[in-house]
Nanobody, 114 residues
Framework: QVQLQESGPGLVKPSQTLSLTCTVSGGPITTSHYYWSWVRQSPGKGREWMGAIGYDGVTYYSESLESRISISRDTSKNQFSLQLSSVTPDDTAVYYC??????WGQGTQVTVSS
């Protein structure tokens, strides 16, 4: 059974870079034709798909975040990571990592504040 767990700082200062890691267990992130995503949700804004990295390492980003987002992976650790630069309080949200459409982490709250 695939399980995902987000980790990273819960508080980030404005203008800094938000960094989160998703550790996957129960299956390799190189599983053929499988995609690993980052999604966030904040009050009043709903759920927002941020981007994904595929089984082959190809990345896909939301157009609205493309200038600030980077998703990478470490296959030796079975992890994939999110970096979001130049954060503002509007980036405050619960951040989720997901595998395909059915496997989700529990989410981690990230607050952007000085």
């Amino acid at each position: 059974q695939v399980q995902l767990q987000e980790s990273g700082p819960g508080l980030v200062k404005p203008s800094q870079t938000l960094s989160l890691t998703c550790t996957v267990s129960g299956g390799p992130i190189t599983t053929s034709h499988y995609y690993w995503s980052w999604v966030r949700q904040s009050p009043g804004k709903g759920r927002e798909w941020m981007g994904a990295i595929g089984y082959d390492g190809v990345t896909y980003y939301s157009e609205s975040l493309e200038s600030r987002i980077s998703i990478s992976r470490d296959t030796s650790k079975n992890q994939f990571s999110l970096q979001l630069s130049s954060v503002t309080p509007d980036d405050t949200a619960v951040y989720y990592c997901a595998g395909g459409t059915i496997h989700w982490g529990q989410g981690t709250q990230v607050t952007v504040s000085s």
